[in-house]
């Protein structure tokens, strides 16, 4: 009986060391969790379980070097923005950021106020509150938050107005130089 008893235990403490190994560390979850991220950008759920998980690491993740050239580029092209499309280029930039790391807050700040100033206020909002979940204690990003959705109150009807706009002038952007030949049959 005591041979038994020893066997059980000895089998037990086994398994639970075989499970601990085989076991993902953090590190190889936050890894593979990107990678689905980056095959499927849009799934907010996981990109949140993602800016969750970073913070339990220690040392914190390294922070790509894709990542450091988006948000510099981002950054360039919003310096130089002078419209909404030039804010709509800067956001691309700092989307793309958030793709290589999407744990880094900053890059959820940076693209919300590229979004904010190119008047795509939901958006915006979205990114803003995502760069909150990376910087829970942020009175900042809380405040600039609440100023987007003021603006955003404010210019339901002037919105809708410059997304049109905006439609428009890429629809003759697209047709500049196009030739266009009239039949007409009587």
Request: avoid cysteine; glycine fraction near 4%; charge should be neutral.
């Amino acid at each position: 009986m005591k041979t038994n008893g020893k066997l059980i235990i000895f089998i037990v403490a086994f398994l639970t060391l075989a499970a601990n190994a085989y076991a993902q560390n953090p590190r190889e979850e936050l890894k593979q969790l990107v990678e689905q991220l980056q095959q499927s950008p849009n799934d907010n759920v996981l990109r949140e379980k993602i800016i969750k998980l970073a913070p339990t690491l220690k040392p914190s993740p390294v922070l790509p070097t894709e990542a450091e050239r988006r948000m510099a580029r981002g950054a360039a092209a919003f310096k130089g923005a002078v419209s909404a499309a030039d804010y709509q280029d800067a956001a691309k930039e700092f989307e793309q950021a958030t793709l290589s790391a999407p744990w880094y807050g900053d890059a959820y700040f940076n693209l919300g106020v590229a979004q904010d100033k190119a008047a795509d206020y939901e958006a915006s909002l979205h990114n803003l509150n995502l760069a909150l979940l990376a910087s829970s204690e942020s009175k900042d990003i809380k405040a600039l938050i609440y100023e987007v959705e003021y603006r955003q109150e404010k210019a339901r009807p002037e919105a809708r107005a410059a997304k049109q706009k905006l439609m428009n002038e890429a629809l003759a952007r697209s047709l500049e130089g196009a030739v266009f030949t009239l039949q007409i049959r009587l």
